[in-house]
């Protein structure tokens, strides 16, 4: 049974950093496309990064990139997003994903689901 649970998530200011953690149980990161989404009250969810494969392969949104950062331990079986320059446009429930799958649209979904992490950014 696959498990995917988030942890670091929590209040910051603007400009401040955080950095979440995925670890995975039933399934191996260094196999699986691993993906974090988000999603804001009232606004739909929105995939912001994922890595892939052997190579490391990366995606970001544009809304994310040059800030987020995602790596993994594949000797831990954890993923990770760090978060720097958080503005209160990035507050949200931050969700791991795996099976992860990018789009025509962009990073789109995934197959197994973390419960998510709330993240507060504060003007």
């Known amino acids: 049974q696959v498990h995917l649970v988030e942890s670091g998530g929590g209040s910051v200011q603007a400009g401040g950093s955080l950095r979440l953690a995925c670890a995975a149980s039933?399934?191996?990161?260094?196999?699986?496309?691993m993906g974090w989404f988000r999603q804001a009250p009232g606004k739909e969810r929105e995939g912001v990064a994922a890595?892939?494969?052997?190579?490391?392969?990366?995606y970001y949104s544009d809304s994310v990139k040059g800030r987020f950062t995602i790596s993994r331990d594949d000797a831990k079986n954890t993923v990770y997003l760090q978060m720097n320059d958080l503005t209160p446009e990035d507050t949200a429930i931050y969700y791991c994903?795996?099976?992860?799958?990018?789009?025509?649209?962009?990073?789109?979904?995934?197959?197994?689901w973390g419960q998510g992490t709330q993240v507060t950014v504060s003007s």
């Open positions: 994903a795996a099976d992860a799958w990018i789009g025509h649209a962009g990073l789109q979904g995934g197959n197994y």
């Open positions: 039933g399934l191996s990161v260094s196999t699986k496309g």
């Open positions: 890595i892939y494969g052997g190579r490391f392969i990366t």
